[in-house]
T-cell receptor, first 112, second 113 residues
Framework: DAKTTQPPSMDCAEGRAANLPCNHSTISGNEYVYWYRQIHSQGPQYIIHGLKNNETNEMASLIITEDRKSSTLILPHATLRDTAVYYCIVSPDGGATNKLIFGTGTLLAVQP | NAGVMQNPRHLVRRRGQEARLRCSPMKGHSHVYWYRQLPEEGLKFMVYLQKENIIDESGMPKERFSAEFPKEGPSILRIQQVVRGDSAAYFC???????????FGQGTRLTVV
């Protein structure tokens, strides 16, 4: 019962920007958007999260629409090591829990 | 600062045996979460624990599964009388109380034969 919708797969050329979309039309006012990724057979890795402002860190940028019903994760210069399943998760913050509801995610394949 | 440590990485059990999976959270983390990933499926939340307390076990199967996080030592996920359907990767994550991210271990891959 994930609250997000993502395309099942995407391709990206190495060195180009990868833009991964996510729809979360039922998001509530206090719910954050989180992005995690899972490289094959490894544990998930936190990427970034945001509430309503755009966010940037050393890994990626997160663009959230003004109505907060969708967002885009941007990997500015994709490398082969970025090939992974990317999960967009809507999760209440408050810090007391990191109970995450994973959907099926987007399999990003970075091509050489 | 070691990350979340899970052991064993691989565990093989015969049907009917018990499986014990251990998770040592990151230093300073008092919150532990267990997730299960069945083959070709996404991760499913199982249980959320703080030291000596189960906070949310809404994802735990009603029978044969239990979890603990004692005052001293690692968190343990225990599966009694394992069946083939329990074969999966089990991931543990930890966080601080006010953390905005969870740190995951590398998982334990349980195979029931």
């Amino acid at each position: 019962d994930a609250k997000t919708t993502q395309p099942p797969s995407m391709d990206c050329a190495e060195g180009r920007a990868a833009n991964l979309p996510c729809n979360h039309s039922t998001i509530s006012g206090n719910e954050y958007v989180y992005w995690y990724r899972q490289i094959h057979s490894q544990g998930p890795q936190y990427i970034i999260h945001g509430l309503k402002n755009n966010e940037t860190n050393e890994m990626a940028s997160l663009i959230i629409t003004e109505d907060r019903k969708s967002s885009t994760l941007i990997l500015p210069h994709a490398t082969l090591r970025d090939t992974a399943v990317y999960y967009c998760i809507v999760s209440p913050d408050g810090g007391a829990t990191n109970k995450l509801i994973f959907g099926t995610g987007t399999l990003l394949a970075v091509q050489p | 600062n070691a990350g979340v440590m899970q052991n064993p990485r691989h565990l093989v059990r015969r049907r009917g045996q018990e499986a014990r999976l251990r998770c040592s959270p990151m230093k300073g983390h008092s919150h532990v979460y267990w997730y299960r990933q069945l083959p070709e499926e996404g991760l499913k939340f199982m249980v959320y624990l703080q030291k000596e307390n189960i906070i949310d076990e809404s994802g735990m199967p009603k029978e044969r599964f239990s979890a603990e996080f004692p005052k001293e030592g690692p968190s343990i996920l225990r599966i009694q009388q394992v069946v083939r359907g329990d074969s999966a990767a089990y991931f543990c994550a930890s966080s601080t109380q006010r953390s905005t991210e969870a740190f995951f271990g590398q998982g334990t891959r349980l195979t029931v034969v």
